[in-house]
């Protein structure tokens, strides 16, 4: 559908730009990390029990921009590179699926954090965060190899192309939640990121009704310094 497509351009235009305007205004820093991602997958006749989900190692870099709105309240947009992704194997009448996927985001979290001791960038302290993001799939890869009886039937790898070849969703979002603790201005936190969006549903409304399903999921471990 052309229309949603055009729509999605320009809410991810008008998210960005006010992203950063925002971040124009606030205290910068950088961080890096890795993320422990994974793809939750359901199809029409397998369920999520009969899958075996299996984690892969990615990185996590970007920026993170503090607004304190208070002596303990900080609004903290970011703007990050992230992959996600998984293994996923499951068997049918017999044969043995693998599916491997890895996708790299450009993705734009706004956490409302709660600080917790070294407001001023001294000292130690601890913080809860939590909030929406919007992610926008910049390229990824794929394999998949059946099996049955010890014998390979399929065994393929292309790239994702986020149109009808693939018919994987080029956008994602959903929330996350996060805690850490603070040395100064180094900044140590643990995240855990819940997509939302239905990466095969292309529905015109995008209304996530539809089977299969795949969607991801991640925790993420990030060092950070504030400038």
Excluded: C
């Excluded at 991810?12 to 991602?37: D, E, H, N, R, Y």
């Excluded at 990185?59 to 503090?66: E, Y």
């Excluded at 599916?99 to 960038?121: A, C, F, M, W």
């Amino acid at each position: 559908n052309k229309i949603t497509i055009v729509m999605k351009k320009i809410l991810l235009s008008i998210t960005f730009g006010a992203f950063m305007a925002a971040a124009a205004t606030a205290q910068v820093g950088i961080k890096a990390g890795a993320s422990f991602a994974t793809i939750s997958e359901e199809d029409e006749n397998v369920s999520q029990d009969d899958i075996e989900n299996r984690s892969i190692v990615a990185p996590v870099i970007g920026l993170t921009f503090g607004m304190n709105v208070g002596d303990v309240l900080t609004i903290q947009p970011e703007l990050l590179y992230t992959q996600n992704g998984g293994s996923n194997t499951f068997n049918v009448l017999g044969t043995e699926t693998k599916t491997s996927y890895r996708i790299n985001y450009l993705e734009l979290p706004v956490l409302v954090k709660l600080q917790l001791g070294n407001s001023d960038g001294e000292g130690i302290g601890f913080h809860l965060a939590a909030g929406p993001w919007l992610g926008y799939a910049l390229s990824g890869k794929y394999t998949t190899k059946t099996t049955a009886d010890g014998n390979v039937l399929f065994d393929t790898e292309d790239n994702f192309t986020f149109d009808d070849k693939d018919d994987t969703e080029r956008i994602n979002y959903g929330m996350l939640g996060s805690a850490g603790v603070s040395f100064g201005k180094a900044v140590l936190d643990l995240r855990y990121n819940y997509g939302f969006n239905n990466l095969l549903d292309r529905d015109a409304d995008n209304t996530n009704d539809n089977k299969p399903v795949r969607q991801t999921r991640s925790v993420a471990l990030t060092l950070g310094w504030m400038f």
